[in-house]
């Protein structure tokens, strides 16, 4: 055994030895073959790690495809609207999704630390809107359903760090999504060869955005990227620019608030039931209940594109922040 292996060599050995799957095994291996250094006198451990490392895949695969489906991949959706963050490991996706909502993944700034993903509840204006942490993409073998998930998702944040190669990563990672037949929507029109891809609306953001000369770094990195995308500097760490984005986030899921209303009551102007896109009157009485929806007699509206209390049909569309009172 070498005698110059650093300290984080032994960590990963030790979460190695305490392993209790396949899949925590070979996150720790590749730690610590990531931890040796490369020289002549490791080349032997290393060519051994790497069989071992190999060997655990393919076992983990095999058991994978025999197995029953991974449910901790299979996010059940809350709120408005699932957005999924993606990126290679150390960007900083799980320290967005803690700083962000009640969710408290693991951060740390060893590669490689989440392994499934995690959803927590971000409270925008008066809404929650979900946020799913998600294993890194730049990892040798990735569950399937992970893609699943990320085929899904209403919003792709794909997190890239500033200060390590962010060209590279998000390179990097759009051709992870695009072999999994994923795609920014941005791309769609220009896209000359998108059969079977699906697109997903995507942010890019910039993570850490923080330090010294930053803004210089940020503006060479958007120089240096081709065609135009979406995206927003941030920095988790000080909370720059994390307020744009959860409007951001807000604005494209196309959120509609509606308030209902008893008769000859006041509205509950705190909790409003959220809608997405244009919804009628009728959508929003068989989200209330059924009842409604069936027994529906009259309907009014407190509105801005209204009167106040005004008569509407079944088919009136709602506006974000309308108050409606139904009688059935
Ligand atoms: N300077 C700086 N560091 C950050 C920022 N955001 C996250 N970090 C640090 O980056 C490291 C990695 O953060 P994580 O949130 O664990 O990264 P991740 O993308 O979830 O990593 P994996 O789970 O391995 O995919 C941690 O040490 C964080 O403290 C930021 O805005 N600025
Ligand atoms: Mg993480």
């Not at 065609?227 to 984005?245: F, H, K, M, Q, R």
């Amino acid at each position: 055994m070498p005698t110059n292996l650093p300290p984080e060599y032994f960590d990963a050995e030790k979460r190695y030895k305490a392993a209790e799957s396949d899949l925590e095994r070979i996150a720790a291996l590749e730690e610590m073959l990531s931890k040796i250094p490369k020289h002549k006198g490791t080349d032997k451990l290393r060519a051994d790690y790497r069989r071992r490392l190999s060997k655990l895949k393919i076992s983990a695969k095999s058991k994978k495809q025999t197995g029953k489906r991974n449910s901790a991949f299979r996010v059940p959706r809350e709120g408005p609207g699932q957005v999924v963050v993606v990126g290679f490991s150390n960007v900083g996706k799980s320290a967005l999704v803690a700083r962000l909502t009640n969710a408290t993944p693991e951060v740390a700034d060893t590669p490689f630390t989440t392994w499934q993903p995690s959803p927590g509840m971000m409270p925008v204006e008066n809404v929650q809107i979900q946020l799913v942490d998600t294993p890194p993409l730049d990892r040798d073998y990735l569950e399937p359903e992970l893609f699943d998930l990320i085929r899904r998702a209403d919003i792709i944040l794909l997190v890239v760090d500033l200060q390590t190669y962010p060209l590279q990563q998000l390179e990097g990672t759009v051709a992870v999504l695009r072999e999994h037949l994923i795609a920014p929507k941005h791309l769609e029109a220009a896209d000359s060869d998108g059969s079977g891809l699906v697109y997903v609306p995507l942010l890019v953001l910039v993570n850490k955005c923080d330090g010294d000369g930053c803004d210089e770094v940020f503006e060479v990195f958007c120089e240096l990227l081709e065609g135009d995308w979406p995206l927003l500097a941030v920095s988790v760490e000080t909370g720059y620019n994390l307020e744009i984005l959860k409007h951001y986030i807000f604005e494209q899921l196309d959120i509609v608030r509606i308030y209902s209303k008893m008769p000859g009551k006041e509205p509950d102007l705190e909790t409003p039931f959220v809608m997405r896109g244009r919804p009628t009157l009728e959508e929003f009485a068989s989200k209330i209940h059924h009842d409604f929806y069936t027994n529906l007699k009259s309907a009014r509206v407190w509105g801005s594109t209204t009167f106040d209390g005004q008569q509407v049909n079944r088919d009136y569309v709602l506006q974000d922040g309308d108050v409606v009172e139904l009688k059935i």
